[in-house]
Antibody, heavy 119, light 112 residues
Framework: QVQLVQSGAEVKKPGASVKITCKASAYTFNIYTFHWVRRAPGRGLEWMGWINTGSGDTKYSQDFQGRLTITRNTSASTTYMELSSLRSEDTAQYYC????????????WGQGTLVTVSS | QSVLTQPPSVSGAPGQTITISCTGTSSNIGAGFHVHWYQHLPGTAPKLLIYDNTNRPSGVPDRFSGSKSGTSASLAITGLQAEDEADYYCQSSDTSLGGSRVFGGGTKLAVL
């Protein structure tokens, strides 16, 4: 069964970093582009960035430039999202998802990872 | 401020029809990029409802339909049901942002 499985919930202090994993199963990993999307309380879905799992190329939303790093380990079929200099506004549910060059929509999603930033 | 503009909320009674608009610009929807729609309940993964403007994935009821014209798109839900109460988002891509994906601000649907 094709699925994306994310790591568990995290609690961080302001100024810290968080790294979330997203493991893909049951299909060819490196033909897709993986994206990270978040939803903070009282706010809408927010696209954060993507990684081309074949080339390793990345693209980040300007809203996260300098704080966001997306990487991948092709042998482990896993992508990683690291967000640094956390602040309370980064408290959110974070999702990984994927699309492909011909189909720029998100059909398969991870289950979500709750990140809570609190002192 | 989202790149794609949606109304913050809509409402309707069971059995009625509602539409949700998604307005973009010449660098996203107007540039020919497809529009996709998602249903989201907080705490769960978003669900793809409509892809490539008008297509429904298998398992999505035909009560949901999408359209696109110019720099705008719409999602229509007919025969409203209580279970349709959720947040709805449009999504596309944007050339001015180097191929970034963009979401609308979201529309909360209340079934009265």
């Amino acid at each position: 069964q094709v699925q994306l499985v994310q790591s568990g919930a995290e609690v961080k202090k302001p100024g810290a970093s968080v790294k979330i994993t997203c493991k893909a199963s049951a299909y060819t990993f490196n033909i897709y582009t993986f994206h990270w999307v978040r939803r903070a309380p009282g706010r809408g879905l927010e696209w954060m960035g993507w990684i081309n799992t074949g080339s390793g190329d990345t693209k980040y939303s300007q809203d996260f430039q300098g704080r966001l790093t997306i990487t991948r380990n092709t042998s482990a079929s896993t992508t990683y999202m690291e967000l640094s200099s956390l602040r309370s506004e980064d408290t959110a549910q974070y999702y990984c998802t994927r699309d492909s060059p011909r189909n720029l929509y998100f059909k398969l999603w991870g289950q979500g990872t709750l990140v809570t930033v609190s002192s | 401020q989202s790149v794609l503009t949606q109304p913050p909320s809509v409402s309707g009674a069971p059995g009625q029809t509602i539409t949700i608009s998604c307005t973009g610009t010449s660098s996203n929807i107007g540039a020919g990029f497809h529009v996709h729609w998602y249903q989201h309940l907080p705490g769960t993964a978003p669900k793809l409802l409509i892809y490539d403007n008008t297509n429904r994935p298998s398992g999505v009821p035909d009560r949901f339909s999408g359209s696109k014209s110019g720099t705008s798109a719409s999602l229509a839900i007919t025969g409203l049901q209580a279970e349709d109460e959720a947040d709805y988002y449009c999504q596309s891509s944007d050339t001015s942002l180097g191929g970034s994906r963009v979401f609308g601000g979201g529309t909360k649907l209340a079934v009265l």
